[in-house]
């Protein structure tokens, strides 16, 4: 078959080690208008029932976050994980009809690691409904208010965390309930109503809709599991510039730092209108500096070395949870924490996807940019947003900021006698490959004279285009190709994936006989707009004076 469909891959549980299939499976009403009174230019723009939505909303990934630093923590909790496994919930990783293919491993073997990081707004039970403060929407379905990726890097040197406005507008792919076997059209609709279109999975393949990153596993957490956590690890220290007093949240304290937890940590992680320009952007630069003062916390305390503090940690941590088949253990957790933990801090940087008024609803919903395909485009590629090389000692990464240069010595073969194989890589979840575009590159191949281009009948799903090869006395050889054909250097890697040369068309380039060239900017510098914060870095949050909440 040349250029036809791909088969399914099977996708391996994290880390660098053991390598375990995870599961997927095939593939409600929403509740309308999402929450009005949180767009992103601080209008109270929904009905009612969106103002009382708004009063709800938290940001459960913290609790997920700090699960994963728990159970990385050492030996003392090992004892405890029959127990634990008995707190975990699990569900199918991805209920889309279409999956992207996993990440190409580097020479070293070692593949990136993409973690969904989710918070669920179910008011399944008394607590939740308690802490949500509305009875109305008692098990309805629930929605994913909060989403983030997490990505860690192949060598394990660096993370960049991608956080997403859950009021951005976006295609969600048709999704299938593994537990009714109901179908879900697709949509075009706000992303935190992807979740009610059958459960977390669904919520997996809009990401991989909107991205083009395949996601590896998912973790979810509800609004009792937020206070529970922030209650667990003792609290964890935020800094306002100004008085803050939100009366919609709650939340009121003094100018500089304190340790908040309980529900006065889920009053900061709500507050909307008193942080920055009132915006639900400003609410996420909030939680970001929420999270990387909770992951310096959790590295220095003294509970993690206290047998009996850790299994409290561990308890909230994994009842807490709802996690993907394939981290359905807390060995898995386990083994998937000691890959984080290898990340230093100061190489952990929170970003928000670069967005733009909805022009269906510009005071209610976002797009994302071109600037969010940049920040897409550099997490598919590997590239640390924090613009630093891997980690010393670390092993080789598959990072397209610093591509390996031949010594002098090394040039490249005569064009005749470069074998190149061509493969269709660009198929979407949502459009079809292009027909026949192999055949077309490798033609283009031949006529620049690298008369041994060959199509390969194998396809992939890839969003960028890259050329790969298996040893160093074939790098000369790959770069000239991708000087051929206007191929960026980035794109060209070592792969122990591949036998000989191989150049995989992306989407990225569906038409043309050059590469389309990036207009004006350098893909290995993560864009302004992506509101980059260091996790290694005391920061302080804006105060929404002028809109008068200080006092």
Not at 160 to 165: A, E, H, R
Request: charged share 20%; net charge neutral; aromatic share 4%.
């Amino acid at each position: 078959m040349r250029d036809g469909t791909a088969a399914e891959p099977v996708r391996p549980l994290a880390g660098d080690t053991t390598q375990v299939p995870a599961q997927r499976s095939g593939g409600g009403h929403r509740r309308d208008g999402g929450d009005g009174g949180n767009t992103p230019g601080g209008g109270d723009g929904g009905d009612g029932g969106a103002r009382r939505r708004r009063r709800r909303r938290a940001l459960k990934w913290v609790a997920v976050g700090t699960a994963l630093i728990v159970l990385s923590s050492g030996g003392a909790a090992y004892a405890y994980y029959r127990h634990l496994n008995g707190n975990l919930k699990k569900a199918d990783l991805d209920l889309g009809a279409k999956h992207l293919a996993p990440a190409v491993p580097n020479a070293a073997g070692q593949t990136p690691l993409n973690i969904l990081l989710l918070g669920s707004d179910s008011r399944n039970t008394s607590e939740d409904v308690k802490l949500g403060g509305a009875t109305y929407d008692i098990g309805g379905p629930p929605h994913a208010d909060v989403e983030m990726l997490l990505h860690v890097s192949a060598d394990r040197s660096n993370m960049t965390v991608i956080s997403v406005p859950r009021d951005t507008r976006v295609d969600i792919p048709e999704c299938t309930d593994p537990a009714t076997g109901k179908k879900y059209a697709p949509s075009n609709d706000i992303i935190t109503d992807s979740l009610s279109h059958g459960g977390p999975g669904c919520t997996v393949a809009t990401w991989e809709e909107l991205t083009g990153i395949p996601i590896d596993h998912f973790m979810m957490v509800d609004f009792a599991g937020v206070v529970k956590m922030a209650d667990a690890v003792g609290g964890v220290p935020v800094c306002v510039d100004n008085n803050i007093y939100d009366k919609d949240s709650g939340l009121r304290l003094t100018k500089g730092t304190h340790v908040i937890q309980g529900q006065q940590a889920l009053q900061w992680l709500r507050t909307r209108h008193g942080f920055e320009d009132g915006s639900d952007i400003g609410r996420t630069h909030a939680q970001h500096m929420y999270m990387s003062a909770m992951v310096r916390q959790l590295k220095s305390s003294a509970k993690l070395t206290d047998p009996g503090e850790l299994m409290n940690l561990a308890e909230s941590a994994t009842k807490a949870l709802t996690v993907d088949q394939g981290l359905g253990t807390v060995k898995k957790l386990y083994d998937l924490a000691g890959q984080l933990q290898k990340v230093p801090t100061d190489r952990i940087t929170m970003t928000t996807m670069p967005w733009a008024p909805d022009p269906q609803a510009p005071d209610a919903h976002v797009v994302p940019t071109s600037d969010a395909e940049k920040l897409f485009a550099m997490v598919r590629g590997d590239i640390p947003a924090d613009g630093k090389g891997g980690a010393p000692g670390a092993k080789p990464s598959t990072s397209a900021s610093a591509p390996a240069s031949p010594s002098p010595s090394d040039t490249a073969a005569p064009k005749d006698r470069i074998a190149v194989d061509v493969r269709n890589g660009t198929g979407t979840i949502s459009l079809a490959p292009v027909p026949g575009r192999a055949g077309s590159v490798t033609d283009r191949l031949a006529a620049l004279g690298f008369t041994r281009a060959a199509t390969d009948d194998t396809l992939q799903s890839q969003a960028d285009t890259t050329i790969t090869y298996p040893s160093n006395d074939l790098q000369a050889d790959a770069q000239a190709v991708a000087k051929a054909l206007g191929i960026p250097a980035s794109a060209v890697r070592k792969s122990t994936a591949v036998s000989g040369i191989t150049l995989v068309v992306g989407s990225d380039w569906r038409t043309g006989e050059s590469y389309p060239k990036a207009a004006g900017s350098d893909p290995t510098k993560l864009p302004d707009t992506a509101a980059a914060l260091n996790a290694g870095t005391d920061a302080c949050m804006k105060v929404n004076v002028s809109g008068g909440y200080s006092w």
